[in-house]
């Protein structure tokens, strides 16, 4: 009898104690649409040899629980479209057209707390992966009106984000701005050419620390529904890669810098 009761009592207790924490959990979700402009330069010895810039229409999407102020975030963006390429063959030629495929998508996880206030700040850091899928496999016409042969480059690295949010909430709207240094690992390109008669290269990366920014604005029309408006910010300096020999011939990816920005609106479920 006394085993019963004490058994009855600690699954209580330990019900007791599920339902409390679940009750302190809080949480919501988000969905939008987007538009990025890019703007991609390589550089040999501080010259411009080519770029890509375009906007580019895309989504997002992200989900976020909260309980005792510790905060879990996770954040998913995909853009794609045509960009325009303007620069040069191997042999100096000009060539620029407008059907540059561009498909760029990034994944990233945030594990934070937030200071309760007037204004809230919440430090985080996180794990994230970016890739990005440069051209494809086509004939494009130079300057000189020859063809030559565009192909896919594939851009790769994960990267750990070190960052704050601050937000202030002022009767039905409520504002924050959202800035981290990123710090890439394992950065990656493989250009396929494969496709066009040559071989598949790898080229190793030169490591740079890269930066974020985002301005969130919340306009609530109920207590847990808003629509949202977030400008945003992305920056990658990327560094010479290392040298590879390519059918007997010195290659190497040059320095690079990118600038990636836009605008995406949606909507914000809060439980």
Known sequence: MKKAIVGNLLIFLLLFSFSSAFAQVQGKFWFGGLGAYLNYK??????VKDKDYGWLPGFEGGFLLSERNWILRIIGR???GNATYDGQTQGGI????????????SIELNYGYTIQGL??????FGIGYRKWIRGKAQLVEAEDGSLVWDYEEVYKWGYVPIGMVIEKRISYLKIGIDGAVLLPFSMKMTAHQAEIGGSDTDYDLGWHVGAKCEIPIAFY????????IKPFYRYWNIKKSN???V????TYEPHSITHFYGVSCGVIFEF
């Open 42 to 47: 390589e550089k040999d010895e501080g010259v």
């Open 78 to 80: 995909w853009t794609g």
């Open 94 to 105: 000009p060539v620029k057209f407008d059907n540059e495929h561009e498909t760029i998508w």
């Open 119 to 124: 204004i809230s700040f919440t430090p985080y």
């Open 221 to 228: 029309v109920k207590p847990r529904t808003a629509f949202y």
């Open 243 to 245: 040298l590879v020999l």
């Open 247 to 250: 059918e007997s011939t010195i």
